[in-house]
């Protein structure tokens, strides 16, 4: 990269701030020792009115590491299956520290996505807890074959939280993780761990909608994490050891794992970590427990703003706010600043790149539709859709393609589109979009069909897969819609089989009850005699995606601007 002409983007850089800054990576276990020896007794999480300190934190990883060490998963695969809770990071940095690769799970997806991650990945061992839905689940993935083992983590260690978990009976295939953590042992030695050793199979969606994982190293994690680091220190957003952090973001999202908890652990920052969001937490919070930094999605700010008194809230002690993983509605960000005196900005980023990608600079003025600028040591481009050898130049609209020290190794079990997706080391992103003169990256659309519902990646074709099963479905198509809260919802055009009943949206949702996600759940539904095709047959969403246009239903999934990183938000088309 030295050798090559500056880029655009570079003029644009705020003072104090470069590209080319230096980028070390490491392990993720190697990252936590340096956090414990620079910041040891400062805590690093707040969960339920309890701080653990980057020390306590260190010590309850090795404990993990020692316990799963034990049980012979040094260098296999082990399913994290948790909502925001302590046991996420300490499973995380104690898989790392024996070489395990982590496959992360959302509460989110039904059993047959679960079967099929488990399946794909080779995970036989689940890390969940007692919390009822969740290890309900975690016992029929056992009982249908999917797991040998379940490591179950009792929730009432971190404090109460008002729901009634269940109860730990020990067994062959279930173990009680609170126990083995009080009995591990530390071995004189850890297995050997390098760099460039996959940590991480985060799932994101296919070019057919089918989920595939994305392999992470530490190297790709570490990089995100220090091109994250150079940006805000370039422009003294932040104060290393300082900041208090809001992360309501669910830990299995690529987003809340490394833009936000693994990025902010590296400067020794404290992250008040959250179950969920919830508007009067989120508040408090900010008023009383002074948080210093908030990343959010679009829906976070619709509800925050929503409140009748927001104008008189205090938002005094933050400092910067982010939103990702949806297109941010210009209204809404302007209500933001207006009310709170805040910019709310976003950037661009995917799973495949840990989510790094684009940033917008402070203070520099929002530029409508912008994604911003490419983060350090990272190289955007747009090139030919039908040539992606062929470099395009400022306003050319095509495909942006992406190279960095963060992005992914390729995609597990996946040989095939792996060669597809990667031309002259740059990761083939999928999205349409321009750079303007002065460096500065646009969205206009997308080159697949992806939804992004409340911040999360929702494939049409898994959803149209899982309605095809009703008996009285002859033809489906799904498309996007606006969605007045989630951003973009699934709409069902269904073609129903001769002689069939009438078919209701509750009855369908009622249908798909065990075959989809909550997020993928269709929120509207249009009976149709016939559906739009191709010339030469083919169901023709850009069709119907027109016709709504007409008539002033836009369709989202045909040419909205993502804003966020991954798309994850800072970006990343997962869960």
């Known amino acids: ?9 570079e003029r644009s850089y705020p003072a104090g701030t470069q590209w080319n800054a230096r980028l070390d990576t490491t392990t993720l276990p190697d990252m936590l020792d340096g ?8 805590p690093a999480i707040e969960y339920r009115d309890r701080e653990i300190s980057y020390r306590a934190l260190g010590t309850l990883c090795d404990a993990a590491a020692a316990a ?13 299956y948790l909502p925001n809770t302590p046991h996420h990071p300490l499973t995380l940095f104690g898989a790392a520290r024996i070489g395990a690769r982590v496959v992360q799970l959302s ?8 079967a099929f991650k488990l399946e794909d990945t080779g995970a036989r061992v689940l890390v969940t807890t007692n919390r009822p839905a969740l290890l309900e689940m975690a016992r029929r993935l056992v009982a249908a074959g999917r797991l040998d083992r379940l490591i179950v983590g009792d929730d009432s260690r971190w404090g109460p939280s008002g729901i009634g978990c269940e109860r730990i009976d020990e067994s062959d295939d279930c173990l009680d993780f609170d126990r083995l953590l009080q009995w591990a042992r530390v071995p004189p030695q850890w297995p050997t761990v390098a760099r460039d050793d996959v940590v991480l199979l985060q799932f994101t969606g296919g070019t057919t909608g089918h989920p595939r994982a994305a392999m992470l190293t530490h190297a790709n994690l570490t990089a995100a994490v220090a091109s994250y680091r150079a940006w805000a220190r370039g422009q003294t957003m932040l104060s290393p050891g ?16 490394s833009a936000v908890l693994l990025r902010h652990f590296a400067d020794g920052n404290e992250v008040l970590l959250r179950e969920r969001f919830d508007v009067e937490t989120a508040l408090s919070d900010i008023e009383i427990k002074r948080a210093t930094l908030f990343p959010g999605v679009p829906t976070m700010w619709i509800a925050l703003m929503s409140r009748p008194d927001i104008a008189q809230r205090d938002f005094s002690s933050l400092r910067a706010c982010a939103s990702g993983g949806a297109p941010l509605p210009p209204q809404l960000a302007q209500q933001f600043q207006q009310t709170t005196g805040l910019t709310l900005r976003n950037g661009y980023g995917m799973t495949e790149t840990a ?6 600079a402070q203070p520099d003025p929002v530029r409508p539709g912008s994604i911003g600028l490419p983060l350090p040591g990272i190289v955007l481009e747009v090139v030919d859709v039908n040539d992606p050898r062929r470099l395009l130049g400022p306003g050319q609209v095509g495909e942006l393609r992406i190279m960095g020290a963060n992005v992914m190794k390729g995609y597990w079990n996946r040989p095939e589109e792996n060669e597809k997706a990667f031309v002259d080391g740059f990761f083939l992103t999928g999205d349409i979009g321009m750079m303007d003169q002065d460096g500065y990256f646009f969205l206009v659309d997308r080159k697949k069909d992806m939804l992004i519902c409340g911040g999360y990646n929702v494939y049409p074709q898994v959803i149209e897969d899982a309605v095809y099963e009703h008996p009285d479905v002859a033809e489906v198509i799904v498309v996007g819609v606006p969605d007045a809260y989630r951003g973009e919802a699934a709409k069902v055009f269904i073609k129903l089989r001769p002689g069939s009943g009438p078919l209701t949206l509750e009855a369908l949702r009622a249908f798909l009850a065990d075959k989809l996600g909550r997020h993928e759940m269709p929120t509207a539904l249009e009976i149709r005699a016939e559906l739009p095709r191709t010339a030469v047959g083919k169901h023709s969403r850009r ?23 991954g798309r994850a938000g800072p970006a990343g088309r997962q869960p």
């Open 543 to 565: 069709a119907l995606a027109a016709e709504l246009s007409s008539r002033e239903e836009v369709p989202m999934s045909m040419g909205a601007a993502v804003a966020g990183p």
């Open 107 to 114: 509460p989110l997806d039904s059993e047959r996505e679960l």
């Open 35 to 42: 956090c414990i020896a620079q910041y040891g007794e400062r």
């Open 355 to 360: 989510p790094a990608g684009t940033n917008m």
């Open 1 to 9: 990269m030295s050798a090559r002409p500056p880029y655009a983007w």
């Open 242 to 257: 300082r900041e208090r952090v809001i992360c309501v973001l669910p830990l299995f999202h690529i987003y809340a794992l």
């Open 68 to 80: 799963l060490l034990d049980l012979g998963l040094s260098h296999e695969t082990l399913g994290l």
